[in-house]
């Protein structure tokens, strides 16, 4: 079926530390995926993607890392700030369903100074 | 360069009327993608408008609809108003099929 689930519905870490999100999704074709941000009363913001031919992508602060094997995602977060806290959401997407992304059903990242 | 604009940000509509929603994409992007926002349901697919066509559509009623203008710019028409539609309306744009999405603030629909 179609499903992209997250592991963790809630995450609290201290300032400074690393943050690691799970998703897992359950789709073999997808072949795109995407981490997005949500702050309260906003929309998604987009973080970082990574396609299905990289195991691994980097961006600043942020690494996504994809096991096709097992289909799980992972957003790590280094050195997390109070400007980090908020909902983050994995999305898959298939490439012959154009714009269509898969939510997971997001984790509240909560960081304390 | 302006990001994924949503008009109106906010409204209130009472039960049984329709509401119409705007979405400027990204200037270059082509395609245009809808989803619904509960605190129940999460983030679903409504549907997607490539050059002004249909691209795809997910499982929703057939009282929301949508459009695509010539200038890439959509709107999405929810009619019969139901409590339940009250939700975050996000428009979503990219380039093509080989690109980053993109989301608006969205639009807050509450329906009373």
């Known amino acids: 079926g179609e499903s992209v689930g997250l592991h963790l519905p809630t995450l609290s870490v201290q300032e400074g530390d690393n943050s690691i999100i799970n998703c897992a999704y359950s789709?073999?074709?997808?072949?795109?995926f995407i981490w997005y941000k949500q702050e309260s009363g906003k929309g998604p913001q987009f973080i970082i993607d990574?396609?299905?031919?990289?195991d691994k992508r980097q961006g600043q602060r942020v690494t996504v890392l994809l096991n096709k094997t097992v289909k799980h995602l992972s957003l790590q977060i280094a050195a997390t700030q109070p400007g980090d806290s908020a909902v983050y959401f994995c999305a898959e997407n298939i490439y012959n369903q154009g714009g269509k992304l898969i939510f997971g059903q997001g984790t509240e990242l909560s960081v304390k100074p | 360069k302006a990001g994924v604009t949503q008009t109106p940000r906010y409204l209130i509509k009472t039960r049984g009327q329709q509401v119409t929603l705007s979405c400027s994409p990204i200037s270059g992007h082509r395609s245009v993608s809808w989803y619904q926002q509960t605190p129940g349901q999460g983030l679903q697919f409504l549907f997607e408008y490539f050059s002004e066509t249909q691209r795809n559509k997910g499982n929703f009623p057939g009282r929301f609809s949508g459009r695509q203008f010539s200038n890439s710019r959509s709107e999405m028409n929810v009619s019969t108003l139901e409590l339940g539609d009250s939700a975050l309306y996000l428009c979503?744009?990219?380039?093509?099929?080989?690109?980053?999405?993109?989301f608006g603030e969205g639009s807050w629909l509450t329906v009373v």
């Open positions: 990574i396609r299905s031919n990289m």
């Open positions: 979503a744009s990219r380039r093509d099929t080989m690109n980053t999405i993109y």
């Open positions: 789709n073999s074709a997808s072949d795109y």
